[in-house]
Every structure is written in C-alpha cells, then in structure tokens.
C-alpha cells in the first residue's frame, strides 16, 4: 500500500485551519453584502467591522486594515497607489513586488540575502557594492517622498530582513508579511501586506494594514474607498479565525529545521544562507549534481511534496532570481529546493525527508 503523501510546501499554501473552516461555513449560511442598506446588509456589515478590529488585535495593528484577495493585491495597492514619488526596494522581494515595482532603484543584498542598508554582521561577496546606497542619499532627495519597500521574510529562503533596525531616513516602509504574519511579531512598518492561505485561513483573502490612510491614493468603491469589488465575508472571517486559533509553534519548527539542516550537510548538501537569520519554517538546500526540476519529481515520486523558489513563478522552473541576486551562480542556484513546514509537521516526516534526500544525493554523487 502507498505511503501517505508528506506535504512540505507550506510556504506556497497551508491547509485551512478546522476554526477558519467552521467559520467560514457559518458565515455562508448568513450572509449577505455588507453595503446593502437593509438589515441583512446591516448584520454582515457589522460582522464585517468586528472581523477587522479581530485580525488588528490579533496581529498587533493599531492602524487601518483594507481587506484584498491577498498578498498581491495588498502588495499591488500599497505600493501601485501611495503618494510618495519613489519607490525602493530589494532585488530579493517576491515577484508580485518587482512587477509592480518595475524600474525602481533596487538596493544590493549580501551574501545572505539581507539588503545593504540593514544593519547585519555578514560580510557581502561584493563589499562595494554596499557603497551604491550611499550615493542615493542624495541631500536633494526628499526622504519623506520614497517608500522603502523589503519583505519581513523571503518565501525561498525564510532569511528575516530586520526590519525594525533599519535606517530609512524618514521613508516609509512597506513590508511584505505574507511569510511572517501568524508566526512572528510584524515589524514596526507603516505598510503591511497579509495573506490568509499562509497561516491556516482560506486562499483569495488577504489585508494591506495601513497606519494612514493618507498615505494612499483613494482607488476603490469599497474598503473605506481604497479598493473596488464586494468584500468576501466568508473569507475575511474565516481569517480573523486562523488568526486567533494559531498555536506557537516556531520553536518545534526551529528544532526540526535544526535537525534537517545538519541532515542535509551530513549527506553532502548545502544551506542556503545557513548562518543567516531565518524563520525555522522554511529552508532551501542545495544537492550538488541534482537539478531542481530532477529532484521535485523523484520527490514527487516518493510521496513528498516540495517546491523550488517561489510557488508563484515555479511552475515554469526558472532559476531563481533570489539566489542569483545572493551571488549563486546558474549551475548552484538550478540545484535549489525549498522545504517548509506547517504546525503539523514531526519528526518522522523530516525523517522520511532526509532518508529520500540521503539516497537521492548518493545517486547524483555517483
């Protein structure tokens, strides 16, 4: 009889939380749309309000919550309609960022993926080029004018921006937390996008959290005037509720990740950014010999469910732009797969995880 497939791409999609799915049903047998004016329209306007005061206690927020389909279209408002005239960023962000960020000043990152104007102790490959940010403060620019746009965690590698060390002049910062948000404290940022699939809540349902609403271009008929298109009740409470359901399990995931990661330098791979900080839920390793595109399908295979880079941009297996960024070249960074975990994940599936890589690596050494 198969093996149960072991699922090990949670950084792409987490399965829906048993609390969010209740919710979400509940809210289906209610609902209506929350700008109608009669009082079924009046009652999901309400529950609508209630879920957006939850999912700011929730996270910490003190600042306006706009409700999106997700990541990217947070990510697509917060940097496509802010008032400021200039747009920075890194050249490790998620692809929905460099797309709408196309033709912006791109910072440089070091040898770990941290961009250069954060303060970190790891030396860069190319130490001049932590000089290029330096030029850019140009005594003509106004600093109040550019949004500073760096994720708190990178989807392929997990390496953690420190984000609250860093020195922006009075830019505003936007940071992407479609990684972080339900598993770290967010970072003190003026801007913030969400997604629900990443922490236990449905797919199509994500927030911009925004500390001023005048720091943005009005854009929509809906969602205080920010966003078009009636808001996805069902979702947006099914969100709040993984929200407020999640356990704390970061520190079962860092002592699992611990354990995979010296599986895998004992069996002749590599860490990316291992001396990094990281998020213990997600890690990329390289195995020498072993394309990407070869090892998902032996892993696939096996039963095992893993990715490589990003699930946004992996289905058509281009080399990733991360670690080309970090210095990789084509051959190394083509040998990259990512693994991460949900709060379900033990140790008997890094377990089954390392045994397959351990043969797989034997095979391609030989």
């Given at each position: ?36 004016p009669h009082t079924d329209g009046r009652a999901a306007r309400a529950m609508l309000e209630m879920a957006r005061a939850r999912i700011a206690e929730a996270l910490g927020w003190r600042g306006h919550v706009i409700f999106t389909s997700g990541a990217s279209e947070a990510i697509a408002i917060g940097l496509g309609q802010a008032k400021a005239g200039r747009v ?140 078009a298109g009636t808001e996805n009740l069902p979702a947006i409470l099914a969100m709040a509720a993984a929200l407020e359901a999640r356990t704390e399990w970061m520190p079962d995931a860092a002592r699992l990740r611990a354990r995979l990661d010296a599986g895998v330098e004992a069996a002749g791979g590599q860490v990316v950014a291992r001396d990094a900080p990281r ?88």
């Open positions: 009889m198969a093996a149960q497939r072991l699922y090990l791409d949670h950084a792409a999609t987490t399965p829906m939380l048993p609390a969010a799915k209740a919710a979400m049903v509940d809210a289906m047998d209610r609902w209506a749309n929350p700008s109608s920075m960023t890194s050249p490790v962000e998620h692809d929905s960022v460099l797309r709408v960020t196309e033709g912006a000043d791109r910072l440089a990152v070091n040898w770990d993926g941290v961009a250069s104007l954060l303060r970190h102790p790891g030396e860069s490959r190319d130490p001049a080029s932590f000089a290029a940010f330096e030029e850019k403060r140009d005594p003509s620019v106004r600093w109040d004018d550019v949004v500073l746009a760096i994720q708190h965690v990178n989807n392929e590698t997990g390496v953690i921006q420190p984000l609250d060390a860093l020195d922006r002049d009075g830019a505003l910062l936007f940071a992407d937390c479609a990684q972080s948000a339900g598993k770290l404290p967010m970072p003190n940022a003026d801007m913030i996008a969400i997604s629900a699939h990443k922490f236990g809540g449905p797919p199509g349902i994500g927030a911009l959290l925004v500390r001023d609403l005048g720091f943005l271009h009005a854009g929509g008929g809906q969602e205080q005037g920010y966003r998020i213990p839920a997600i890690a990329s390793y390289r195995m020498p010999g072993l394309s990407a595109r070869a090892q998902l399908i032996q892993f696939d295979l096996a039963g095992i469910s893993v990715s490589a880079g990003s699930a946004c941009s992996s289905g058509s297996l281009k080399t990733s732009h991360v670690l080309h960024a970090m210095g990789w070249d084509e051959t190394a960074a083509g040998e990259v797969v990512r693994v991460s975990f949900g709060p379900q994940t033990d140790e008997a599936d890094v377990e089954r995880f390392l045994g397959q890589w351990t043969t797989m690596a034997a095979r391609a050494a030989r």
